[in-house]
């Protein structure tokens, strides 16, 4: 790929689209093995000005209004526990506004290249709430000026703990600079709760498993059981996500990715990641080694030693480790492009073990009490035990199962002429193909629209996503199938791989606001797997009609199955199925 000109699949755009289905993913699929998406590398130099951005502006609100003088004098605040209390408050304030993850083209955002407060300051846009018929006052998918004024408030408690100084703590180091207010803690905390209650999206978007435990030991916890706490938050992310890369999905991920990365330009290389580049693109020994060497065993294994040595020299060992490790996830620019976040990490995986060693006070026995240990560990470990076990009622993100390809899907199709329709119902901005069309025209835009369902193929869960669609329409080739994401971005403003953002409840808003007839919109949808059971359940939607098969199938079917299903589709265990309804799509 060039710096301006990105390498589109050879393809003819006028006809492509009079393919059969599995056909053109095929042809998609192959090409994202040399290419990735073939983004021009002007595109990623916009993220890159926005990682600088986020870092230069970051350090400098944290370290001036701490009183610590200038970003770039590091002897001034490495050790200043206020810093990095006002850097996660940066962080969570770049990401709920929409302009960290989930951002820009990379996550197929054109024009406008954000959603975020776009959508989360306008009433009537849709809202996702996680439990409607259990929380009171929390029924509903519009938007209304209540769920606007929390989230203005949440933007200005950010705003306050950014601006102003820290206060005096008397379990504070001596010379210390002082700490975040808690008096500014405890709203933020009551907000994100309240808006999480209302929208899971924009609380999801705060990245709340990550920065929620972090805001509780600020409030509540003294000085040095804030320290030790914050490291086992960090070790419980990192072994969390180590430990859901067990299993089949996880090899699937890293050759896609690092197909994509604009540093990785060997095309060997990349064939190498795939059993027998073109004919074979299921993960090859190489590709499954670099994810489970390179991802589930350092994620799980130098975490701990970091979080137990007090060897300065194995401390330094396992640190740049752990920070070359999100360098190289920064670096493939992955799918929502979480980059901040891992930006973060590699200054956290820092700040924390060598500005604060366990051999200088800072260990896991050094908490204040026995029972503050147990209850921050129970704390940390229940939603990615829970979401493990059933993931069908956590979030894949406080499950602690980022990157592990082990995550909820959907695939959308629609009948001609219906996603225009759902467009002009929706209103809350031009669905993808058509921001890409009103800049490359339709059928460049079409072509790039189906390369996301070539990239989703080429994992676990696209192969039973294409599978149901096989199944259920009555002809493949007369729907437009689109990734769920980005059906997600353009109905919520942020996606972020958890399927259930796009799930029955978001396919009901659609359908109140469209009021589509049946076998025009069908969703479907794949859980994740449970870490104890070898099976995935799945649900097939359709817009008009809700829920019209249940069912699950063998992870091993989907991972063993070449994205194009030669084979015809995998194999499903069906437990409810509703008569179908044929409908004429012409």
């Avoid at 209302?198 to 972090?214: G, M």
């Avoid at 890409?436 to 790039?448: I, K, M, N, S, T």
């Avoid at 369902?453 to 437009?480: E, F, K, P």
């Avoid at 069906?574 to 004429?584: G, I, N």
Wanted: charged share 15%; with cysteine.
């Amino acid at each position: 790929m060039g710096f301006k000109n990105g390498d589109v699949p050879n393809v003819d755009f006028a006809t492509f689209g009079q393919q059969p289905t599995l056909m053109r993913y095929r042809q998609l699929a192959t090409h994202w093995v040399e290419y990735g998406f073939g983004t021009a590398k002007q595109t990623h130099m916009l993220y890159v000005i926005k990682m600088v951005f986020y870092v230069a502006v970051g350090a400098s609100i944290a370290s001036l209004s701490s009183g610590l003088g200038a970003p770039w004098h590091v002897d001034a605040w490495w050790t200043e526990l206020i810093f990095y209390q006002k850097l996660i408050a940066w962080t969570i304030f770049f990401e709920i506004l929409g302009v960290g993850a989930s951002s820009g083209p990379l996550a197929f955002r054109f024009s406008p290249m954000i959603g975020g407060f776009l959508y989360w300051l306008r009433p009537g846009t849709i809202r996702v709430p996680p439990w409607p018929n259990n929380v009171p006052f929390t029924r509903g998918d519009n938007r209304s000026l209540f769920d606007v004024i929390v989230y203005v408030l949440i933007l200005i408690n950010l705003i306050f703990i950014l601006a102003l100084p820290g206060v005096n703590r008397t379990d504070a180091p001596a010379d210390s600079v002082g700490l975040v207010d808690t008096t500014l803690l405890y709203p933020l905390i009551a907000f994100l709760v309240i808006m999480g209650l209302r929208d899971k999206v924009v609380f999801l978007a705060s990245r709340p498993e990550q920065y929620i435990p972090a805001l509780l030991f600020f409030a509540f916890f003294s000085y040095t059981d804030i320290i030790v706490s914050l490291k086992l938050l960090i070790v419980v992310v990192w072994v969390g996500a180590g430990v859901s890369k067990f299993g089949r999905h996880f090899a699937n991920v890293v050759p896609p990715m690092l197909s994509n990365a604009p540093v990785v330009i060997s095309k060997r290389f990349k064939r190498s990641l795939y059993r027998d580049f073109p004919n074979d693109l299921r993960p090859s020994h190489v590709g499954s080694l670099i994810a489970h060497i390179g991802g589930t065993f350092v994620e799980i294994v130098v975490p701990i030693v970091l979080l137990l040595s007090t060897n300065l020299t194995v401390v330094a060992i396992g640190i740049f480790i752990m920070i070359g490790f999100h360098l190289v996830i920064t670096s493939t620019f992955p799918l929502a492009v979480p980059l901040e976040w891992n930006l973060l990490f590699t200054f956290a995986a820092w700040f924390l073990f060598w500005g604060f060693p366990a051999g200088a006070g800072y260990a896991v026995t050094d908490l204040s009490s026995i029972w503050l240990t147990i209850g921050v560990f129970a704390g940390l470990l229940f939603f990615p035990v829970l979401g493990n076990l059933r993931p069908d009622l956590v979030s894949f993100l406080p499950s602690m199962r980022q990157y592990a390809g082990n995550w909820a899907s959907t695939t959308w199709a629609f009948a001609p002429g219906v996603e225009r329709r759902m467009n002009e119902g929706i209103k809350s901005s031009a669905n993808q193909v058509d921001q890409l069309a009103a800049l490359y025209g339709l059928e460049v835009a079409e072509v790039f629209m189906q390369m996301a369902m070539g990239w989703r193929t080429l994992h676990s869960q696209g192969r039973a996503l294409v599978s149901l669609m096989i199944n259920t329409l009555d002809d493949i080739d007369r729907y437009s199938l689109r990734e769920g994401e980005f059906v997600c971005a353009t109905l919520t403003g942020w996606q972020f791989g958890d399927g259930h953002l796009h799930d029955e409840r978001a396919v009901a808003a659609v359908q109140r606001r469209c009021n589509f007839a049946p076998g025009e919109l069908i969703v479907a949808f794949t859980e994740s797997q449970p870490i104890h059971r070898n099976r995935v359940n799945y649900r097939v939607i359709d817009a008009a009609l809700g829920i019209i098969e249940t069912g699950s199938y063998l992870v091993k079917d989907a991972t063993e199955a070449q994205p194009w299903l030669p084979d015809g589709p995998i194999p499903f265990d069906v437990t409810y199925s509703r008569p179908k309804t044929v409908v004429e799509t012409d």
